[in-house]
């Protein structure tokens, strides 16, 4: 079994910074793509970040140039630096990965969300 557990979530004012992890634990063989999602009240859940195993990032438009995705292969942990955070940030974050595991089977993981509140 695999498994994405977030950390990093909580209340910030407007403007402030946080920074999300996630680790993905239990039968592993490669991670090939990491990312980042969130789901705001209402709302569709939505791309936030996205890296691939080379390094490749890209980012949704309302977030470039304020997030940054991030990972450490070693540790199979992966990152979101969050600065000049905006109340219309605030939503659950999950993390998200495409994992080959030992049964050399790929497929999609969900951590279980983080929730990110950004207040005015």
């Known amino acids: 079994q695999v498994q994405l557990v977030e950390s990093g979530g909580g209340l910030v004012q407007a403007g402030g910074s946080l920074r999300l992890s996630c680790a993905a634990s239990?039968?592993?063989?490669?991670?090939?793509?990491m990312g980042w999602y969130r789901q705001a009240p209402g709302k569709q859940r939505e791309l936030v970040a996205h890296?691939?195993?080379?390094?490749?990032?890209n980012y949704a438009d309302s977030v470039k140039g304020r997030f940054t995705i991030s990972r450490d292969s070693a540790k199979n942990m992966w990152y979101l630096q969050m600065n000049s955070l905006k109340p219309e940030d605030t939503a659950v974050y999950y993390c998200?990965?495409?994992?080959?595991?030992?049964?050399?089977?790929?497929?999609?993981?969900w951590g279980k969300g983080t929730l990110v509140t950004v207040s005015s």
């Open positions: 890296i691939t195993s080379g390094g490749r990032t």
């Open positions: 239990g039968s592993i063989f490669s991670i090939n793509a």
């Open positions: 998200n990965a495409d994992i080959t595991a030992r049964t050399y089977i790929a497929m999609a993981y």
